[in-house]
């Protein structure tokens, strides 16, 4: 016999699962376990990273959600402060994880109940009924409506509710016994233990896991009180028992036998398992969902895509109808076209290319383009991007090739002041109900934990601030807790206080359990989702907090469903650089095109190289601003060699320095072998671009 935990929340409802969904499925998967479920409090957050995480393992992962009901309908115009009740639904295979999804979605876009963080996302009976197909009903914890009947004394109000259940969902129908320690959990597993036999329905032995051990429950105590603004000395407050954390088997055998029959307790712990086995895979990662584009009579993607970019490279070439393209790039175009055509994305290209075409045709300034896929024609072809990869010596195969199994990623930088037109037309485009932006998840950093936990545990602020600023930041993020406390602390004084002061280390060791949790969810800043069908048979969704439709899975997720994920970026210098046209032709009466300014302005390069970089795209950040003062850059190959070497790996191996130095003559250029100094001549010798790596 095994036991399968039904019951797991991560806690992605008060948003502290990001951190310990990984550690639950280890500790399910040192347990013996045989699957693991996943029912988060109203939402799906971490369905997608569960099945990722159990991928190559031989824990099967369960998708659920702890839902609540309501007797009535959520569309009712006028609400009654109608009672919620928790009901645990499980997806039991591909449809009933549409379903699920398809539930979770309205409970967040029409039937929202209450306020601030105790709102919650409701369903009605009728909508339980309506998608009930391949879903597994269990129901729940004492806040179940059943429980809540045979708390107030109205058994026979229970026995309805469970027949109406029963009749819905026939053998997928769990009555659940819990004991969390409270008396009232004794009461409801003694009734519902009669319900049961009295109408056939099967027992399961659940329990509440919101963290790992007993050993988490003073630091979760702690995440509650952040998260609801309460001390820890606080009575009156939300809190738990202390055992909702992952039991074993033998652990879960020794919760009832106070009050029920051990027969009893064993078939129900059993029929957990008999649940795991009825649930089949779910095949919702890696297929790719590609959008339904509107191609022209007569064709087909791949036909159309081939067309509108030999167009485009006319265009480019300024090449009449019945001119012969040049070898070079008439090769590279059909060897990528071909490419395209071998992974599916054809119609990848098309999408991206609608948009941005009308972009161009609204006058809405869009970049050049940036990252790998300035190295494909087609991209060139097509406008989407302004950068000719064959006279620029750019390889396709950065950006897209087989062996390389991953949806192409072209990020697009739009006027910031007018990026919303273009997320409006492919709505309009593809159906309001086919796209959506994407949810960002934001993590408690470790100077922000530290302060949090602080305030709960009534530590002074003064005290609290000191000690965080002990804490170094690198590169933007500050250091980990754990590597503050360890031998090679990046600061002795922190160490030495977390071992000298035992409220020190009690805070400090609080706050590191629940370091890197998830406090608050946001808005992807570029990040929006075309799909082919109904977002919400797909993805689960809800508001963010001005009412805008997002995902529930972060953009990672999102990919690894095989959806169209496309980045919308808006950059401010977009939008400055229009004005400043406009200002140009006001004042001067022509209008200048900046994709024909020269670029070998002297007068240009002489205000660089005098740090003037106020405004610049990605070289007005003070430590960008003294590297382009050393190096005096007198090209374009110099900034982009700059802007390449301006990332960790080269600024921990010292490259910067030596490429200024090269530049200027002060250190010798020499190549490891003479075969690679046709490669890296442009960089001094220094292998600074993944091309030259190809």
Not at 129 to 157: F, N, W
Not at 181 to 186: F, I, K, L, N
Request: some cysteine; hydrophobic content about 40%.
């Amino acid at each position: 016999m095994a036991f399968v935990p039904l019951h797991n929340h991560s806690d992605y409802s008060l948003l502290d699962g990001a951190s310990q969904l990984p550690a639950m499925v280890e500790r399910a998967k040192q347990l013996g376990m045989p699957a693991i479920a996943l029912t988060d409090h109203g939402v799906m957050y971490g369905a997608i990273e569960l099945l990722k995480l159990c991928q190559g393992t031989d824990l099967k992962p369960i998708i659920g959600n702890e839902m609540y009901v309501i007797n009535g309908s959520i569309d009712d115009p006028q609400p009654k402060k109608e009672k919620r009740y928790h009901l645990v639904v499980l997806a039991k295979n591909a449809t009933g994880y549409r379903n699920l999804v398809k539930l979770t979605s309205i409970s967040h876009l029409r039937g929202m109940r209450g306020r601030g963080i105790f709102s919650r996302a409701c369903i009605d009976k009728e909508l339980l009924k309506q998608y009930s197909e391949g879903l597994i009903i269990a129901t729940a914890c004492l806040g179940g409506e059943i429980a809540q009947a045979i708390l107030r004394g109205r058994p026979d109000v229970a026995r309805k509710v469970a027949a109406w259940y029963q009749e819905v969902f026939g053998d997928d129908y769990y009555l659940e016994i819990q004991d969390h320690g409270s008396p009232e959990d004794r009461i409801v597993n003694v009734e519902i233990v009669k319900i049961a036999k009295e109408l056939g329905i099967q027992i399961v032995a659940t329990n509440d896991a919101h963290y790992l051990s007993k050993q988490d429950v003073e630091a979760h105590d702690a995440l509650l009180c952040v998260l609801t603004g309460k001390l820890i000395t606080d009575e009156k407050r939300l809190r738990y028992t202390g055992t909702e954390y992952i039991k074993t088997e033998e652990e879960m055998g020794l919760l009832f036998g106070d009050h029920l029959e051990p027969e009893v307790v064993q078939e129900a712990i059993a029929n957990t398992v008999k649940v795991a086995e009825k649930v089949e895979p779910y095949d919702i990662l890696g297929r790719y969902q590609m959008p339904h584009f509107p191609i022209p009579e007569g064709h087909t993607p791949v036909s159309y895509l081939r067309e509108v970019t030999e167009q485009g490279l006319r265009d480019r070439l300024e090449l009449s109808p019945d001119a012969p393209l040049p070898d070079d790039y008439a090769e590279r175009m059909a060897h990528e076209l071909k490419i395209m055509e071998q992974m599916g994305f054809p119609t990848y290209f098309l999408v991206v290319w609608d948009y941005i075409r009308f972009a161009r045709e609204q006058n809405i300034p869009v970049g050049p383009g940036r990252g790998s896929a300035a190295g494909s024609l087609v991209a060139y072809c097509l406008g989407i991007t302004n950068i000719d990869p064959i006279t620029n010596c750019l390889l396709f195969e950065r950006f897209l090739n087989p062996e390389r199994k991953s949806m192409p990623d072209i990020d697009t930088d739009f006027c910031i002041e007018r990026r919303g037109e273009v997320i409006d037309y492919v709505t309009e485009r593809y159906g309001d109900d086919k796209v959506a932006q994407i949810i960002t998840f934001n993590r408690m950093t470790s100077k922000a934990v530290l302060k949090d936990v602080a305030r709960v545990l009534d530590i002074p602020y003064g005290d609290a601030d000191r000690l965080a600023k002990l804490i170094p930041v690198v590169r933007g993020k500050p250091a980990k807790l754990k590597a503050m406390i360890g031998e090679e602390s990046p600061n002795p004084e922190f160490r030495e206080k977390y071992e000298a002061e035992p409220t020190v280390k009690r805070w400090v060791d609080m706050a590191m359990r629940i370091e890197g949790t998830n406090k608050t969810f946001g808005v992807h800043a570029a990040g929006v989702v075309i799909a082919a069908d109904p977002l919400d048979e797909l993805v689960p969704l809800q508001r963010n907090n001005d009412g805008q439709v997002i995902t529930q899975y972060f953009m990672e997720d999102v990919e690894s469903m095989g959806l169209l994920k496309m980045d919308f970026l808006g950059l401010k210098n977009l939008t400055m650089i229009e004005k400043t046209l406009e200002l140009v032709e006001v004042s001067s009466g022509t209008r200048v095109d900046p994709d024909k300014l020269p670029p070998q302005d002297e007068e240009t390069f002489a205000l660089l190289a005098r740090g003037d970089l106020e405004g610049i795209f990605q070289l007005e950040s003070s430590g960008m601003r003294q590297i382009v003062r050393d190096l005096k850059p007198s090209s374009l190959e110099d900034i982009s060699s700059i802007l390449a070497l301006y990332r960790p790996g080269p600024l921990d191996a010292g490259l910067i320095p030596k490429f200024i130095n090269r530049k200027h003559g002060r250190e010798a250029i020499d190549f490891a072998h003479a075969i690679l100094e046709p490669i890296l001549s442009e960089t001094y010798g220094i292998m600074v671009y993944q091309e030259q790596i190809m």
